[in-house]
């Protein structure tokens, strides 16, 4: 027992002298991510033209082409990193789906550039659930959620980035070149990662928890998620968020030109600095709130962004009619901001339902829903949808499609509802 409390307290120490560093790192390697994951949207109208597609098409190729590979190798590779060096894992993966997005930037068709987003997805398979195992080892619990959320800005800063320099690259180069220059650019951080990081002793800040443990079987894992509602609503719950989350990010570039008739520069400027402002502001926002209120009640973890997706979906609504591109702009950074609120307080969650040596496979689990049906059907249904409205609203299917699709937001907030009412019971408390 003094030797377990020695081991714990020693990898505490090192972990919150080193954590700053890990998170900064990690948190650039997950920028790339978000850069080579969502440059398509703002690539997606010089991309139709070129190739000759239909919205169908691109939403097939910007959500299921990634989602197949990304969330299918998600749970194996996180078994993995429960057991291996989850800083290799994270390395490599970072090098593969740089490699790919470069790729994407040869593709003649259709099907060349479906394969190319496959890799993608292969790549960034073993990018975030390791991720979120490693920074739950350098800070402590009462810390977890801002530091889940810093890494979470991610999202937004990455997202920005690939829609601010994907548009002004296929704006005075081409779109091809817009995807070998983020590709490669991404190659150092791979580099770094590997190099500049260390794994420290799994639940070095858990105390209690049984520091260093071998990972069980993925069985075990399994029951144990089984047993847990509030694993299962939280999981659908971010799943139905992101269904128009994803599908947002995707389409929002491609509205503002038909609806708003904004030029490819103009969308980048314009929907990049939502995506920046709003993004970073909601993410931070939730994870200060899930380390503040849910420091002595867990349900607050879901409670949180449950209220705000129930006030993101008329939001965005007021938003899609705006008169003026001005008007415009403020009013989609509202939703943006409360859109993007869950994803401190509910990883968070995640990685306290289960213990520490079982923390990068739950991820991966609960990011194989999330992911599966958010990337997988929500870029690829709202495409469809404005495929179908195409007769009745023209050029303002678009419009029309994401409108219907707020109430999906809605739906999230409930499962959230839920979730809060069972999390208590459902916490990891160490014997």
Known sequence: MTQARSLTEGAAAAGSKGGGKVLAVLLLAYIFNFIDRQIIGILAVPIKSDLRLSDSQLGLMGGLAFALFYTGLGIPIA???????????????????????????????????????????????????????????????????????????????????????????????????????????????????????????????????????????????????????????????????????????????????????LELGEVSLFYGSIVLIGGVAGTWLGGWLGDRVGKGNPGAYALIPAICFLFAAPAYAAALFAPSRELAWFLFLIPQMLGLAWLGPIIAAVQHIVPPNMRATASASFLFINNLIGIGFGTWFVGRMSDQMTAAYGQDSLRYSILYTLGFYLLSSALYFLAARRLRRDWYRPA
């Open 79 to 261: 078994w993995l990193a429960d057991r291996k060096s989850r800083v290799t894992i994270i390395g490599v993966s970072v090098a593969v789906w740089s490699a790919f997005t470069a790729l994407c930037g040869l593709a003649q068709n259709f099907w060349q550039l479906f394969l190319a987003r496959m890799g993608v997805g292969i790549g960034e398979a073993g990018g975030v659930a390791p991720s979120y195992s490693l920074i739950s080892d350098y800070f402590p619990p009462e810390r977890r959620a801002r530091a889940l959320a810093i890494f979470s800005f991610g999202i937004p800063v990455g997202s920005a980035l690939g829609i601010f320099f994907g548009g002004w690259i296929a704006t005075h180069v081409d779109w091809r070149s817009a995807f070998i220059i983020v590709g490669l650019a991404g190659l150092p951080a791979a580099v770094l990662v590997k190099f500049g990081l260390r794994d420290p002793v799994r639940g070095g800040f858990d105390s209690g928890a049984g520091a260093g443990d071998v990972a069980p079987p993925f069985s075990t894992v399994a029951r144990t998620l089984a047993a847990k509602p509030s694993f299962w609503l939280l999981s659908f719950g971010a799943a139905s968020g992101s269904i128009l989350g994803y599908g947002l990010i995707f389409w929002l570039p491609s509205f503002f030109a038909r609806s708003f008739g």
